[in-house]
């Protein structure tokens, strides 16, 4: 069922947005057109790039940014604000995107800085604190308002992160498989910069993400691979090996020491058959926040917004609403 609330349009920000004949933006690898999942090729049509101000240390300019845009604004509501997990992009939402503006929720998909399809030729730091600092201007410039902030796995560290730094930026969290109790990128960040580079091309290459998406997904082979192409498709990106290797010797995320500090309303939300993240760490979470509830996806794996997106959109709009306590 259609939103069938009266909705206001919003004013677009400058984006940057060319179309070739298939639909998709220039900005976007050319392998996107061998993408075959509809709904990726749908939401991939969606995606622009709108200025991000960035003043930091070693770098001080404009990013532009890439996101999904909510095709309306509802003031006296929340905006929800989707971030995506470890080294992928606002793609992820494919399959929960739509249905999450069916449910009349204003929506945000957001590429985290150093991931995703940005413009980032001239590459700012890619650290903790850079991504933080990125996600905080946007929301500054465009969204303005407290947001309902969703993470799954590293993302729902990048919201704690974020929650426990801009706090007057989030009115909810929702955290799913939340892998929010890593201490960094451990020894990585100690590598040589060339061995560094050889890892992260590792991590680009086709059987490796064939064989997290194996783990990730209880799906056909086809539809694997072809989730594989669009897991990978951002590492496409001319600055992409940069960026990942500024994230790896930066020592990555370490939030463990936020988690008591939040007292915003939380969803803690877990899968029945995730194989990546322990449930368990999502119990301990519950347990360690101030406000929190827990809900469990049936049939699904580490990414309940892909393969369970109806039950999972309709967490978020219970919670939104505040139907769950």
Not at 292 to 297: I, M, S
Request: with cysteine; net charge neutral.
């Amino acid at each position: 069922m259609m939103c069938s609330l009266k909705m206001v349009s919003p004013r677009p920000p400058t984006t940057l947005f060319q179309s070739n004949g298939d639909g998709f933006p220039t900005f976007l690898p050319k392998e996107v057109k061998d993408i075959k999942d509809p709904f990726a090729r749908a939401l991939a049509q969606k995606i622009v790039r709108i200025p991000v101000p960035l003043q930091m240390e070693n770098f001080r300019g404009c990013v532009m940014s890439s996101c999904i845009k909510p095709t309306v604004q509802l003031p006296d509501k929340s905006p929800v604000v989707l971030l995506h997990c470890f080294d992928s992009s606002c793609l992820e939402w494919r399959r929960a995107y739509p249905l999450l503006e069916e449910a009349c929720l204003e929506t945000w998909a957001i590429d985290v800085l150093g991931w995703g399809f940005s413009d980032l030729q001239k590459l700012p730091p890619c650290d903790a604190a850079s991504k933080r600092h990125h996600l905080f201007e946007l929301w500054k410039t465009y969204i303005k308002r407290p947001m309902i902030l969703v993470g799954p796995s590293l993302g729902a560290t990048v919201a704690v992160d974020f929650t426990a730094t801009y706090p007057e930026a989030v009115d909810k969290l929702v955290l799913i498989n939340a892998n929010a109790y890593s201490e960094g990128t451990g020894a990585l960040k100690d590598l040589p910069k060339s061995i560094a580079y050889a890892g992260v091309k590792l991590l680009k290459s086709f059987p490796l993400r064939l064989l997290a998406n194996v783990l990730a997904f209880s799906s056909p082979l086809s539809e694997n691979i072809d989730w594989t192409n669009i897991g990978r498709l951002h590492c496409q990106m001319p600055w992409w090996e940069d960026a990942m290797v500024n994230f790896m010797i930066s020592g990555g995320y370490n939030v463990a020491s936020h988690i008591k500090l939040i007292n915003h309303k939380t969803l803690v939300i877990c899968s029945e058959n995730d194989q990546i993240v322990s449930n368990q760490l999502s119990v301990k979470l519950l347990c360690e926040l101030q406000n929190a509830v827990f809900r469990e996806v049936p049939d699904s794996g580490h990414l309940p917004h892909v393969e369970n997106p109806k039950q999972f959109v309709k967490l978020i709009s219970d919670f939104a609403s505040g139907k769950l306590n």
